[in-house]
């Protein structure tokens, strides 16, 4: 029976591929057609919507199992891993300078991204339950990134456009940070499981003004929120080892 009901939960991690795939052929048009970056980055940020409920499904219907497990890593990795590098490489890294045999520095450094997402999922499947995360989640890592290409077709309500393109020297060492953070041994909180935790309230609150402030700023409130949580972890971490230091 739990092997029906796994189904379900194992439809929404299938989802969550579905659209890091997808996302991967419209960051593929990004040459011709430059907002297809901003569809791609947005496929990627509904793929972690998909990655939020599998695993709550799973619970709720207790069908939780090691096949579940593995199909969430393995989308993940091509959602917040792959899709992201990818459409790295389309919109700011293929302007790097070319090595020879058609291959680019460009290329050597949209590597890093996926290689890290991988590192980080498999550490996390064999690693021990914690109350947090140890490394910057993969999602939260996939959907940043993706965010910033998508910024510049980004509307604001009752404001519109806001024209800002990141330049290729901010955007490397930012492709090159968080991906070295999601490796790395800095905490974040799982920021879901600690709201559904408070109750029913406290869901649906949170859900209202994620909501909110996506139909106001879009785009940008994604990237502003994801930026939070990342400076956070980091400011957290940073205070916790140089306070114990002092100690």
Known sequence: MSGKRAIIPNAFTMLNLITGFISIIFASKAKGMEESNAIAATLIFIS????LFDGALARALKAE?????????LA???????????LSYQAYLYNLPEIGLGINYGMLVATFFPIC?????????????KSGFTGLPSPAAGVFISSIPA???ATLLFIGRIELTFPLMIFIPLY?????????KVDYVKFFSVIFKKGKL???TTFALVILMLIFAGMWAVFICMGIYILVGIVHYISKRYGRESM
């Open 176 to 184: 090159i940070i968080v991906g070295f953070l999601m490796i790395s």
């Open 76 to 86: 993940d990795g091509v959602s917040y891993g792959i899709a992201p590098g990818f």
């Open 65 to 73: 199992s090691q096949i579940g497990v593995q199909l969430d890593s």
């Open 48 to 51: 972690s919507f998909f990655d």
């Open 202 to 204: 406290s869901t649906a």
């Open 117 to 129: 997402t991988t590192f980080r999922l498999a550490r996390f499947n064999t690693g021990t339950k």
């Open 151 to 153: 910024l510049p077709f």
